[in-house]
């Protein structure tokens, strides 16, 4: 098991490294913010003073050492438009982001499991024709579509829900709702295909031979074998949810780590969106990380095969 782990921690190191290379080179090449930071009546010399006191004059590939060397420290720099600490921007912003996704998620899981075992328990019946059609809706709807929809229906007509912005409970529902119908419906698949996968293998024959009831045969056996699908597809959609929030914030204009980017890139404040980025390449490595331990946990011929 150890081996395995180290093996799996050195890959993601790998990736970091790579995905911090790549950050740093495809950011500059977006253009030089210090034209941003000006005034119209700046002189050149005041461009080059600025430039100067940024470091943006010194070589790429000494900015790109002082970058990795920084990186390891954990020091992800000052913005350059708003001259504070990108770790403080970031830590302000993210418990925002991390419930919307905590609320997206549980819509997501919430719904598209119990549906998914719905499709494949009752396949050949109208209710799953019904559920079918409404996996089909919310995979189809993009989400700025699907966000619009739910302001107007529940916020504007009904007046239910408050149509934006941060607050109470009530704020969290709709932009929760818009950024998890996408990811349920991809629940809901996975987890039909994987339950009719098993479903028709040997030892559920044998133990519907015996009189097994389908009910106590599907939670009993077959759920944990048709886990190890909907494992992979929950570590994938929590690194989407959080990627998704980009959009959903926006229409929302809800204050988490997406709508900061996306003024950060508006304004090419390399830094904060360099430490964004980052933060979610981190989060998406570290999650099929921990994918990879629970496939152990849950199938024990993994564990087998991880100790060989």
Not at 260 to 283: K, P
């Amino acid at each position: 098991m150890w081996p395995f782990l180290l093996r799996r921690v050195g890959q993601a190191l790998v990736t970091m490294f790579g995905v911090a290379t790549l950050i740093f080179f495809i950011q500059r090449l977006t253009g030089d913010p210090t034209y941003l930071l000006v005034p119209e009546t700046a002189t050149r010399e005041d461009i080059a003073a600025l430039r100067h006191s940024l470091g943006f004059d010194r070589p790429l590939v000494v900015q790109y050492l002082e970058f990795l060397a920084n990186l390891v420290r954990f020091d992800l720099g000052r913005s350059i438009v708003q001259n504070v600490p990108v770790v403080t921007i970031i830590a302000s912003r993210l418990p925002y982001t991390l419930a919307l996704a905590a609320g997206a998620l549980v819509v997501a899981c919430g719904l598209g499991i119990p549906i998914g075992i719905l499709l494949a328990q009752f396949r050949d019946r109208p209710i799953a024709k019904v559920a079918t059609g409404f996996v089909l809706a919310a995979q189809s709807m993009p989400t700025f579509w699907s966000g619009i929809l739910l302001i107007l229906v529940f916020a504007i007509a009904l007046g239910w829900l408050p149509p934006s912005s941060s607050g109470d409970f009530s704020h969290l529902i709709l932009p929760s709702v818009t950024l998890g119908l996408l990811s349920m419906a991809t629940f809901a698949r996975i987890t039909r295909t994987s339950l009719l996968d098993e479903l028709s293998k040997d030892y559920v024959r044998t133990a519907r031979a015996r009189g097994v009831r389908t009910s106590r045969l599907l939670w009993r056996h077959v759920a944990r074998n048709a886990a190890i699908p909907v494992i992979t597809v929950a570590a994938l959609e929590i690194s989407n949810l959080l990627a998704g929030a980009v959009i959903v914030e926006t229409v929302f204009a809800w204050p988490g780590l997406g709508q900061v980017t996306v003024q950060s890139i508006l304004a090419r404040d390399f830094l904060i969106v360099q430490g964004v980025v980052l933060l979610g390449s981190f989060v998406t490595v570290a999650l099929n990380l921990l994918a990879d331990i629970l496939y152990s946990v849950v199938d024990p011929r993994i564990r087998l095969e991880v100790a060989r």
